[in-house]
């Protein structure tokens, strides 16, 4: 390691201002940072601090995130091998082919997106900031993994430029930047992320795999609701089937052996990063807990008042729950410390409505069969006006003792 | 009469370099003392001696320039060596070479110092003992026009590494005497705190507040908060232990008390103390012989690890001249992937560190920061220590945005940055929450007087 840090020192000068390299020294200063702990000490206030830093906080996201994309690999190799008509499954040819298939929609959405932020905070001289290896991450995991490549590029782009880096950077986002890109490609190129056909990958990577046939169908079972026009439970439950047209058990959907957007099926692997992330103290309890019993209260409201009008109203509440992009709203998008409320209180309130109005637009919205992205978008806009009216109850309260 | 206090939301520090058997407290002399103009928060310095002259104990070394009679005294006998300026002659402080007898004092007008308000204040402004209380609002010098409602005794300091108050038996009537002093100045009460392990009996003629809980349980921003909040308008005292016994002791004997008890502490001094020295004392001769000699870089601080002053070696005791912290400086280590540590070594109050759940461990952190400096990213990190009523991440951001009226809506009189430390310490962004807090009651301070 000494080696490596005199590297780093050896080579620092170059980056300084004055130095041939100088254009890339924000660059630099990131990864001596990201290697180093940085040697500065605290000038006033406090002489020690917390170990715990930003980088490490975002870390044990992303690793939180892992069981959600492993399994993702394994899930787009499965449903691809259904499609083919396989009868076989093995393993480690399903992980392969999943990891192919989304390595490159990971490897664009790190390159655009930390491109744009290197670029900016050079410009700004500023340092690096990590906000964006957790929302690099999340990009591929919550589109369709048939997105075509350039589409991730350029949503990513809009996203971190106009809701993050024009509003100041990592802290001063108003939306979350991993639901824009994904509500960016959503109504831009609705063609191409929701349908009967982008949720299963098409075709052969690197020889694994093989030709799915034309005119193929792989619908989220979401979107084979919306679709059914079921008039009782059973009839949904019917209507419901694997790509392989076998009936969808709740079995299913708590593993995520369907099709759906590529990190977001199994509600099983999403609960585990919802473990770590609880026991370590990033995410809020509060939020996660309040989306989760939001959704159920709504969903029990639905199921109470079923219609055949909207089929997604005859759904258990356990099926709501563990359907679609809910559960990882609810874990990975909603608590995003930036976006949601701030307060304790404002936290109850704004996990609660997500949760709601989640299941809301899902049952009653035919036309949107997934609501979890516009619910936690919608709730980003109104978080403040919560925590707003939280801060103003403690201003009354002052007011009314200065008062007294 | 008592009240009492449990605070839930706040942190103990459990640090190297605490105070084990503490048994005899060796006076160490020193060459010369300083007093330093910047620890009297919001007083401008005018000079009344000059270098050279010969000074008693108890005379006034200089006063603010507003209210003349806030003196600031010589803690020894002796002669003025300098009056060390700064930039645009600012003086940065006033340094003392205390004569063989150091002792020597000035006497103090005592009598009816216990029966008229009037002649109570004259005593601790004229004796320097003003200046070594705090008001609320601003966090300043109390201010000697304004109406005192009540005043704050802090019986015992929480921050980490600090010393118990040590009383002796016969400290009991000073304390008395000073509580009563005390009640001439205010139309309220004299509240003092206290917690269980350091049996302090009950203060005739005050309000005993018996405290429990961690850190910050002992500031008096906590005891305030609790017992009854500081609304616009109002102004109360806040000061410590050892100050209400040296206030006993002037209006008891006519003498300012020029000696300190010094907690000397860290986990780079060879062994952790209890010290009695002049106010104001060079560190150089405080901690002869103390800290360890491993060639590593240290950090004297002149206070606790929270709110102390970073001081060179060459430097002097500060206000309040109760504690010195040695920690390791840490610009000297290379932490390889330090963000990513297991190790147990790491102090966090984060789960993800296997520190977090070593409950009896005693940690040697550094003074590093242990990360970048960040927009204010995380919710609720500054809640989880702050046992006030206070929004602290919307006043930050009042206080950042000048915004006078948002800052007295969410209850700015009411905070010191001392409030501030412990979230200061917890925040992942690393932001320099006492400095705005700081900056916040001085430019309010500044439009609103």
Known sequence: MKALKKLLDKARPTFEPGGKLHAFRSVFDGFDTFLFTPRETSRSGVHIHDSMDSKRTMIIVIAALLPCLLFGMYNTGYQHWLATGASEFPFWSLMLYGFLAVLPRIVVSYVVGLGIEFTVAQWRREEIQEGFLVTGILIPMICPIETPLWMIAVATAFSVIFVKEVFGGTGYNIFNVALVTRAFLFFAYPAKMSGDSVFVAHNPILGLGDKVADGFTGATPLGQIATSGAASHTQLLSSMTTIANEPVTTWDMFLGLIPGSFGETSTLCILIGALMLLATGIASWRIILSVFAGGAVMALVANIFATPTYPASFLSVGDQLCLGGFAFAAVFMAPDPVTSCRTNAGKYIYGFLTGVIAILIRTYNNGYPEGAMLAVLLMNALAPLIDYCVVEANVRRRMRRSRA | ?449
């Open chain 2, 1 to 449: 009469m008592s009240i009492g206090i449990k605070v839930k939301k706040g942190l103990d520090l459990h640090l190297e370099g605490a105070i084990g058997d503490t048994g005899a407290v060796t006076f160490k002399p020193t060459p010369t003392v300083a007093i330093t103009p910047d620890d009297f928060v919001g007083l401008v310095p005018k000079m009344e001696v000059r270098e050279g002259d010969a000074v008693l104990a108890g005379q006034p070394l200089f006063h603010d320039k507003v209210h003349e009679n806030i003196k600031i005294v010589s803690p020894a006998a002796g002669t003025v060596k300098a009056v060390e300026r700064g930039e645009r002659r600012k003086i940065l402080r006033v340094v003392v070479e205390p004569a063989e007898d150091f002792s020597a004092s000035v006497t103090i007008e005592t009598e009816g110092v216990l029966s008229s308000p009037e002649k109570a204040r004259d005593m601790l402004l004229r004796s320097g003992l003003w200046a070594m209380m705090t008001q609320r609002p601003y966090a300043t010098i109390p201010d000697p026009d304004a109406e005192i409602r009540d005043i704050f005794v802090s019986g015992f300091d929480s921050a980490p590494l600090a010393a118990a108050p040590g009383l002796q038996r016969n400290d009991y009537a000073t304390l008395e005497a000073g509580v009563k002093l005390l009640q001439l100045i205010t139309k309220g009460k004299v509240y003092v705190s206290r917690r269980q392990a350091d049996n302090i009996p009950d203060i005739k003629g005050a309000e005993m507040v018996n405290a429990a809980g961690p850190h910050p349980s002992g500031n008096p921003g906590t005891i305030i908060a609790a017992v009854k909040p500081v609304n616009k308008g109002e102004t109360v005292i806040c000061l410590d232990l050892p100050t209400l016994l040296r206030i006993g002791a002037t209006a008891l004997t006519g003498k300012t008390q020029g000696t300190t008890i010094v907690a000397l502490t860290g986990s780079e001094l060879k062994q952790p103390k209890i010290a009695s020295t002049l106010i104001g004392a060079e560190m150089k001769a405080l901690l002869s012989g103390d800290i360890k000699e491993d060639n590593r870089h240290h950090r004297i601080i002149s206070g606790n690890v929270l709110t102390g002053i970073a001081t060179p070696i060459d430097g002097y005791l500060h206000l309040p001249y109760r504690q010195v912290t040695v920690i390791p400086e840490g610009d000297d280590v290379d932490e390889f992937m330090g963000w990513a540590s297991l190790s147990p070594a790491k102090m966090s109050m984060s789960p993800s560190f296997p520190g977090h759940f070593l409950r009896r461990k005693l940690f040697r952190p550094d003074a590093r920061l242990q990360g970048g400096r960040r927009a204010m990213i995380m919710s609720g990190e500054y809640d989880k220590v702050m046992p006030l009523d206070i929004l602290p991440e919307y006043l930050i951001k009042a206080i950042l945005a000048r915004d006078i009226d948002r800052m007295e809506q969410l209850g700015i009189y009411e905070v010191a940055p001392e409030d501030f430390a412990l979230a200061e310490y917890a925040d992942t962004s690393k932001l320099e929450l006492q400095k705005i807090v700081r900056e916040g009651l001085d430019y309010l301070r500044k439009e609103l007087e």
